[in-house]
Nanobody, 122 residues
Framework: VQLQASGGGLVQAGGSLRLSCAAS????????MGWFRQAPGKEREFVAA????????NYADSVKGRFTISRDNAKNTVFLQMNRLKPEDTAVYYC????????????????WGQGTQVTVSS
């Protein structure tokens, strides 16, 4: 499966952005999906994940209550709604797909999108 992330940009602290990740192929609903982010000089970190049906979600503590992950299997797309953004949310955001077995670690994912830059100014 090929993934294309979009929706990043520059926003002031307290603002919102909605990231999208469009997947190619007919098997999108077979994958659990995740969002990760990587800030300069830091390791890639887990942000959120959603099960293939959309019935189960998980979040990093740092974004819980501010970010919402969702998916539309009919449109082969996963979303990340980011509200009340903070400067520390600045990073390149990546979407990823996994056939399952785990969601928290980057090595558990099989496919990655190219990343979209999110910059939050103070």
């Amino acid at each position: 499966v090929q993934l294309q992330a979009s929706g990043g940009g520059l926003v002031q602290a307290g603002g919102s952005l909605r990231l999208s990740c469009a997947a190619s192929g007919r098997t999108f609903s077979s994958y659990d999906m995740g969002w990760f982010r990587q800030a300069p000089g830091k390791e890639r970190e887990f942000v959120a994940a959603i099960s293939r049906s959309g019935g189960s979600t998980n979040y990093a503590d740092s974004v819980k209550g501010r970010f919402t992950i969702s998916r539309d299997n009919a449109k082969n797309t996963v979303f990340l709604q980011m509200n009340r953004l903070k400067p520390e949310d600045t990073a390149v955001y990546y979407c990823a797909a996994t056939r399952g077995g785990g969601y928290y670690n980057h090595y558990e994912y099989d496919y990655w999108g190219q990343g979209t830059q999110v910059t939050v100014s103070s």
